[in-house]
């Protein structure tokens, strides 16, 4: 293996996919500043949205790693894989389109949005599109073309916010001289409507960066070879739809567990709370790909149980660090989000600790894996994805957004535990839960002072003040830690 090589594509990825979600994240501010609280504009984006990665998960259905597993397969023919899967997600993509256009008016009205089926017909095609493109993104990385997949995504990335910037910035200055723009700006929901429209016209241009793979058509199409591919998706299909479950399952469910405007505005609020508590998972995203290079690819024996244990415990220990730095620059990063939005900022602890819990029933999958379990994955998050579904039937109508980070808490929690005590007994690993145990009751302990001295009404730069020094306080400890390693 050329470690060299490896690094630098690990670097172009990962700084695609972190640059990537940082420029995405601007647009939160842009969103909640522009789209007030009470008009449930911001519920209507999260809630579109959450339906776009559950759709993208069903239209992909596990091909994306069929590709890698079939284009490396002793006696098959990589052209013909790559042609067939991109004909058949094609295929699905446009049956797709099909249905949901034959009866837009009823999913439009079924959704919530008979006001506006041209916002679920726009979400289709955009769905359909990205579904397309991660085959041929796919084939980017199994050709090693790394920096043509890091142009495409900024592409994106950057077309997107600067469309957004014109929808919200722009365009209302543009009222006067064109009554038209005015009246299209409120026709579709003061600007909100317009954001779909500006995701097809970006994903319509990153598309025709595809010249190149979409010869790809050309290749044919292998019946038989169809046939184990999508034997060998099937499973993939069923881990990836519990797997987006688990992360949009609430957003989906709360406008028709809480129907209304007031639904949406709950939303709204939530969505936006849950982008601040997103720049946890950017920095422990961060140290995945910091980390994980080294230690796995770096060690003798990367599937050594003493490794796995390693990898647990700095991801914690990090993750811990993360936490508290979100919630004690907390009276910083609100401002991330408009004041209207702050009455949802008690419930980010709360999702930041789901997250802890979701990476590291992540870290204990490797169990099922290495012993070629895959299915026991899927029991176990189909069973978190019940509970957090249950909670939020439960108990949205009455505590609203509150059940969402709740039921995300309960839903991973229970993935994360069972993981735990089945993996020990099929292969156990020694982890250091001393430590761990160490820096959780330390990271907690100053989570109760902090917030105990924000309930007594400190002032801000006095709440700055004491958060940096625990925080270097923590950092000292990992310090101590890895020194004496």
């Not at 490896?6 to 500043?33: E, M, W």
């Not at 098959?76 to 008016?105: M, N, P, Q």
């Not at 038209?180 to 994903?203: E, K, P, Q, S, W």
Request: charge should be positive.
């Amino acid at each position: 293996m050329n470690l060299k090589s490896l690094l630098k594509d690990t670097a172009i990825y990962g700084l695609s996919s972190i640059v990537g979600r940082f420029l995405n994240y601007l647009l939160v501010p842009l969103y909640t500043y522009k789209i007030a609280v009470e008009s449930g504009g911001y519920g209507i984006v999260t809630n579109l949205y959450a339906y776009t990665a559950l759709f993208l998960a069903i239209l992909t259905f596990g091909m994306e790693t069929t590709l890698f597993r079939f284009s490396n397969k002793e006696g098959e023919d990589s052209r013909k894989v790559y042609g067939t899967i991109l004909r058949l997600v094609g295929g699905v993509g446009l049956a797709f389109l099909a249905l949901v256009f034959a009866f837009l008016h009823p999913v439009a009205s079924f959704m919530g949005y008979s006001a506006h089926p041209e916002y679920i017909g726009c979400m289709a095609v955009i769905t359909a599109f990205d579904a397309f493109q991660a085959i041929m993104f796919s084939r980017l990385r199994l050709e090693k073309r790394p920096w043509k997949f890091m142009a495409l995504k900024m592409t994106f990335i950057v077309l997107n916010v600067l469309l957004n910037l014109f929808i919200f910035l722009v365009m209302p200055l543009m009222f006067g001289r064109f009554p038209a723009l005015h009246d299209l700006y409120v026709r579709f929901d003061y600007g909100v409507g317009l954001i779909f429209f500006a995701n097809l016209i970006c994903t319509s241009v990153v598309f025709l960066g595809f010249a190149g793979e979409l010869k790809g058509l050309g290749y044919g199409f292998d019946g038989k070879l169809a046939k184990r591919l999508l034997s060998y998706s099937w499973p993939l299909l069923i881990l990836s739809l519990v797997g987006i479950l688990n992360q949009v399952a609430d957003k989906i469910l709360f406008p028709h567990l809480m129907p209304g405007a007031e639904g949406k505005v709950q939303l709204g609020i939530y969505g936006a709370c849950v982008k601040i508590a997103m720049i946890m998972s950017l920095l422990t995203q961060a140290f995945r790909y910091a980390y994980e290079p080294i230690v796995f690819n770096g060690s003798r024996d990367k599937n050594s149980p003493e490794t796995l244990a390693d990898g647990m415990k700095y991801f914690i220990i990090f993750t811990l660090l993360a936490f508290l730095a979100v919630v004690f620059y907390m009276p910083v990063l609100r401002h991330f989000v408009h004041p209207g939005y702050w009455e949802g900022l008690g419930v980010i602890p709360v999702v930041m600790l789901a997250e802890i819990f979701m990476g590291i029933y992540f870290n204990l999958s490797f169990w099922y894996k290495l012993t070629d379990q895959t299915w026991w994955g899927a029991v176990m998050s189909a069973a978190g994805t019940a509970v957090m579904i249950v909670f939020n039937v439960l108990f949205v109508p009455e505590y609203g957004y509150w059940a969402c980070a709740w039921g995300g808490f309960a839903g991973y929690g229970t993935a994360m535990l069972l993981s735990w005590f089945i993996g020990q007994k099929k292969l156990p690993i020694p982890y250091d839960l001393r430590s761990i145990f160490t820096f959780a009751v330390v990271a907690g302990a100053y989570y109760f002072i902090y917030t105990e001295a924000e309930k007594a009404g400190a002032a801000v730069w006095l709440l700055l003040t004491g958060g940096t020094l625990l925080l270097l306080s923590y950092a000292y400890l990992v310090f101590r830690m890895l020194k004496h390693k």
